[in-house]
C-alpha cells in the first residue's frame, strides 16, 4: 500500500462494512464525517450510542423498543384478538404504514432455516407460546416473508398452533398492485392463481 | 407521525443526512449499527473519534495528516522543486495513485468562488506562498478541477506567482483515455484541440 492517512483509512474501512456502501462511498463519507462541525459529530455518535443502550425487545411481543411494553403492545386501543406474526422489527414498521391493521404483533427475529443451523429455539417462539396461554387470542396472522424459509416458518408454526383451537391465517401473496402480468414470475402467478377470489 | 422506535428514528435521521444515503439505506444502516455486535460498534465508534481527533492540516502543505511533518513533506526522496497544488486531500490521493509524481503538494482547501463568498483568504494562500520565499521551489503545477472555480483558482495563482519567476504550469485537459471523440462534450474537444501536441 502507498500512501495514506492511517485514521483516515480506518475510518475508511470501517464504512466500507456497512451494507451497501462501496469503497468510493465509503472514502466520501469518511470525508464528510470528518469535516462535520464538532455539535454534528456530536450529535451523530450519540444517536448512535443512544439506540444501541436504550433499544431491547418488548417482553411481551419481542419488537424492539425503547419503553417496556411498546407503544404497540401498551396501547389499549389495539385489537388484542388478533397477533400479526412477522420476521423482524422492519415488517411491524411495513406494515404500521398501511394504516389497515389494528391487532397486536410478534416478531420472531428470523426464520427456521436449517442450512444455516437455526431452529426454532433461537426463534421467539416460546414467547409466542406463551401469549397464547389465556386464550385471549383468536387469530394468529403468518406475515412471515414468501420465501422459502418463510413459508416453512408459517408451516411449522401453523402446526403448533393447531392443537390449540386458534384462526391461523396467512398473508395473501400475487401480483403486486400496479404490477404488470407479462413481467410478474411463475411462483408469484401461481400463488396469484390459487388464491384467486371471486368477484 | 405514526408509530416510531424513537432512538431508532433519531439514528435513521442522523444517517440519510449523510451525502449518498436516501431514507431506505440509512433504515438499513441503522438496523445494521443497532445490531452490530458491541466489538464492532466500539470499532467503528473509535475510527471515527480517533479520525476527528488526530487528523489535522500539515503545517507546512496544509494536507491533512494524523504526524507533523505529514509523510510526504517529511520524505527526502520527494524532489523538493515542484508543487502541485490541489484543492482538497482527495486529489491528493488521486495523484499517488498514478504514480506518476514525486514532487510535493499544497492542499488549498477549496476554490476562489465568489458567488459562495469564498476569496483567497480562505483558501491556503498565505502558506502557500511562504512555501515559495526560498527560492527551492521552480516549478508550480496547478491540479484544480477543470470547473469555472478551478481554473479562475489556477488563473489567479499563476498571476500571483509570475513576479516571483517561478515556472507555472497547469495539468492538461482532454479527452479521457478509452474515451470516445463522439460522445465528448464539446468543451473537453476544444480543450483538447488545444492542447494538441505534436507526434
Chains 1, 2 share one sequence.
Do not use: W
Not at 459529530?41 to 443512544?50: C, G, P, Y
Not at 386458534?166 to 395473501?172: D, G, H, N, S, Y
Amino acid at each position: 500500500m502507498s500512501y495514506s492517512i492511517v485514521p483516515l483509512q480506518r475510518l475508511t474501512e470501517q464504512l466500507e462494512r456497512l451494507p451497501g456502501i462501496g469503497r468510493k462511498s465509503a472514502a466520501r463519507l469518511a470525508f464528510h464525517l470528518l469535516y462535520l462541525p464538532d455539535k454534528d459529530a456530536k450529535a451523530f455518535t450519540e444517536a448512535l450510542q443512544d439506540a444501541r443502550e436504550k433499544i431491547h425487545e418488548c417482553p411481551i411481543c419481542c419488537n424492539l423498543t425503547d419503553v417496556e411494553p411498546c407503544p404497540l403492545c401498551g396501547d389499549d386501543r389495539r385489537d388484542k384478538t388478533t397477533i400479526c406474526v412477522v420476521e423482524d422489527p422492519r415488517d411491524v414498521l411495513a406494515i404500521e404504514r398501511t394504516r389497515e391493521y389494528s391487532g397486536l404483533y410478534h416478531v420472531l427475529h428470523g426464520t427456521i432455516s436449517p442450512m444455516d443451523g437455526r431452529g426454532p429455539d433461537q426463534l421467539r417462539v416460546k414467547e409466542l407460546l406463551r401469549r397464547l396461554e389465556d386464550e385471549t387470542v383468536t387469530e394468529v396472522i403468518m406475515a412471515t416473508d414468501p420465501t422459502v424459509e418463510g413459508d416453512y416458518t408459517a408451516m411449522y408454526l401453523s402446526r403448533l398452533l393447531k392443537p390449540l383451537n386458534i384462526k391461523v391465517t396467512r398473508l395473501a401473496y400475487g401480483i403486486p398492485v400496479g404490477g404488470d402480468l407479462e413481467y410478474a414470475d411463475e411462483v408469484t402467478l401461481s400463488r396469484s392463481l390459487e388464491g384467486r377470489n371471486e368477484l
